[in-house]
């Protein structure tokens, strides 16, 4: 009998353990050239079904020196083009090509493989998935009930962490030391039962670790490059736990319910986080709610009618797209790292999503800072309803996020009103903190407590300098029908006068000269400089100017100083008598009559007849400075002819 394995075949493992209990005893394992390039290409990269499939090929060596088979290679190796064309199937049909030559049984564990073999007419072994009699792993042995977490590497005993969420300890669970060779055995067979079990997954692939989901246990598996030395750790739960059996359920079921669908999990990294996110998620999937997960690498423990998904090609972002169009009820956000998991988790919420996050943070402050980094302050309350925070397994606090528009908590008196994100305290029902913009930056302020003010010691006084006092503000609670307080224009001269202090010391950075800044509206600015300083203002691409726009929140535009010495000689204005003046700039002439506003009037030079123009109701008319008349106006207004209007 002559069998052609393909790559999946020798990284799955098990056509050894047929070998050895006479399936295929006597058989000529024919191995394709491309199958060994593969596997070598594999572990070049450091991954590690590479080895996995290398330490089978040297199984299948042992068992043909001992004569209980026969063992050739055929084929040749791949060519550049055809490593290229992997993914298109080039390889695959190298190896079927090999099956044909040699009219050979060809073996596999790939569907697709073993369905294009049957459509070219091969004699076709196809290895299923193995879903039942699977035996105990090798580091099982490791564990026992109260056990957490194992710790394998070379060259050191085996530890383990222990315990309960709440209290934990790490303990030498073995006196000698741990070989390379075991370990590689061990994540051999971790492997293998990751590529049978239905329940397990290859979360992670690269260069020097692969990170492994068998069920409720996650293996990470290192070795050189990414690591110093091979190193295998594997972590379980131990609590399997209900919403039902945290003491403030009942909170989090409201906000669940009603229309406060954005929550986030918050807690340092072992705290019983993500056993409180799945408690959730089962919660909902059992009270008649659609949910599904975005997790990488799947982890949460949730029953078989939520569906976990992870990156869709690499992005998460192809999977929120994915879920936009599936429409569920909520989505459990496992673990928000980079800037782009937060970028998602805002844009489903303000789609309307319900949605649920876990968030490393050792307390609820650098939560909140993780996210106004990232998204805009002002709908921070919009996305983030509620914080849960979470500690040894605890809810300890639960905070509530609202929006208001008052001066700061905290702040001196003379700061005008502005956007606030509130921050309470679901026990006590008090402010805790107060999140605004200031100085171009955001700004996550605690609220002092009346009680805490009291005991607060007095302004301390060093070097003669007194320390300036904090001014208690009462906070503005926004009601139905409020309406933040009208600035008037003595307030707007304030603000510009601070916005255009900040402009010139953010803009006195890139020059020596003076920065005349002139504020257009509260979002809009004309910088002047000398006009060798420009472009380093504006930087390469406008990188430097952008950095100061995003800083400050107001639009600048940078122009020479000589443009504004231009347009100042440019001006001029001539009084003609009867509360009537010309102005003039580099681009039109003005007519400035209040009295004719609305009028037909003629216009006239001395006793000549110049034209007819309409007074608009600004009691202006105006004229292209470039135009004749414009210019034979300022030529007889020059020469001492006298300008008059006569309405019609």
């Not at 990269?45 to 088979?69: H, Y």
């Not at 869709?312 to 980079?338: C, H, W, Y």
């Not at 020596?512 to 910088?527: E, H, L, P, Y």
């Not at 003039?584 to 006793?607: E, M, S, Y």
Request: proline share 4%; hydrophobic share 40%; glycine share 8%.
């Amino acid at each position: 009998m002559n069998l052609v394995p393909d790559t999946s075949v020798l990284i799955d493992g098990r056509i050894t353990s047929m070998i050895k209990t006479g399936d295929y005893k006597g058989a000529t394992i024919i191995v394709p050239e491309a199958v060994v390039a593969e596997l070598e290409a594999q572990a070049n990269q450091g991954r590690e079904i590479g080895f996995s499939g290398l330490n089978e090929l040297q199984a299948l060596c042992r068992l043909a020196e001992e004569k209980v088979i026969e063992l050739k290679f055929s084929g040749t190796r791949p060519t550049l083009e055809q490593v290229k064309l992997a993914s298109g199937g080039e390889i695959d049909a190298l190896i079927r090509n090999i099956a044909i030559e040699n009219a050979a049984q060809f073996i596999t564990s790939d569907s697709v493989q073993a369905e294009v073999a049957r459509a070219k007419g091969l004699n076709v072994i196809y290895l299923k998935p193995q879903v039942t009699d699977f035996v105990p792993l090798g580091i099982d042995q490791f564990f026992d009930e109260h056990t957490i977490a194992v710790y394998l590497k070379e060259r050191i005993c085996p530890v383990a962490k222990k315990g309960t969420i709440n209290a934990m300890k790490l303990v030498k669970i073995r006196d000698h030391l741990t070989t390379e060779y075991e370990l590689r055995a061990l994540a051999q067979e971790i492997l293998e039962r990751a590529k049978r079990d239905p329940d397990g997954f290859i979360e992670v692939e690269k260069r020097g670790i692969t990170v492994v989901q068998i069920g409720s246990m996650r293996i990470a598996i290192a070795r050189r490059p990414f690591s110093d030395g091979m190193e295998i750790t594997a972590v379980r739960p131990i609590v399997d736990m209900t919403l039902e059996d945290y003491v403030k359920a009942d909170v989090i079921k409201s906000r669940l319910a009603g229309e406060k669908r954005g929550l986030i999990i918050a807690g340092s990294p072992g705290s019983g986080k993500t056993t409180l996110a799945q408690s959730v998620a089962t919660y909902l999937s059992e009270n008649g709610f659609v949910v599904k997960t975005m997790e990488a690498p799947r982890e949460l423990q949730v029953p078989d009618q939520i569906t976990q998904y992870t990156m869709l090609d690499g992005s998460m972002q192809n999977t929120a797209d994915v879920l936009m169009l599936v429409r569920p009820d909520f989505v459990i956000f496992d673990e928000l790292r980079k800037n782009e998991d937060f970028r998602i988790f805002a844009d489903m919420r303000l789609a309307g999503m319900g949605m649920v996050g876990v968030v490393h943070a050792t307390d609820v402050r650098d939560a909140l800072q993780r996210f106004s980094d990232r998204v805009d302050y002002g709908v921070l309350s919009q996305i983030i309803n509620t914080i849960i925070y979470v500690k040894e397994g605890v809810i300890t606090r639960i905070y509530d996020l609202g929006f208001t528009i008052k001066v700061p908590d905290g702040m001196a008196d003379d700061m005008h009103v502005r956007p606030v994100t509130t921050v309470t305290d679901y026990d006590t029902g008090a402010l805790a903190f107060d999140v605004f913009r200031y100085d171009g930056e955001t700004i996550i302020m605690p609220v002092m407590r009346s009680a805490d003010r009291k005991a607060a010691p007095p302004p301390m006084v060093s070097r003669g300098i007194p320390a300036v006092p904090t001014v208690q503000i009462t906070p503005q609670i926004r009601t139905p029908g409020f309406e933040p307080p009208s600035r008037n224009e003595g307030d707007e001269r304030t603000a510009w006068k601070l916005s255009e202090k900040e402009i010139q010391r953010e803009i006195g950075r890139y020059t020596d000269g003076v920065v005349d800044v002139q504020m257009i509206s509260d979002t809009k600015a004309v910088v002047y400089i000398d006009d060798r300083d420009v472009p380093a203002a504006i930087g390469k691409g406008g990188k430097n100017i952008s950095a100061i726009v995003n800083k400050i929140g107001i639009g600048i535009d940078i122009k020479p100083k000589s443009d504004l010495d231009k347009s100042k000689k440019d001006e001029d204005e001539f009084s003609l008598g009867g509360g009537v003046k010309i102005q003039t700039d580099k681009k039109q002439l003005t007519i400035v009559a209040p009295d004719h506003n609305g009028k037909i009037v003629d216009v006239f030079a001395g006793k000549e007849y110049l034209f007819t123009a309409t007074v608009n109701e600004n009691g202006e008319i105006h004229l292209s400075k470039n135009s004749s008349i414009a210019q034979e106006m300022i030529r007889r207004s020059t020469a001492g002819e006298l300008i008059k209007l006569r309405p019609v």
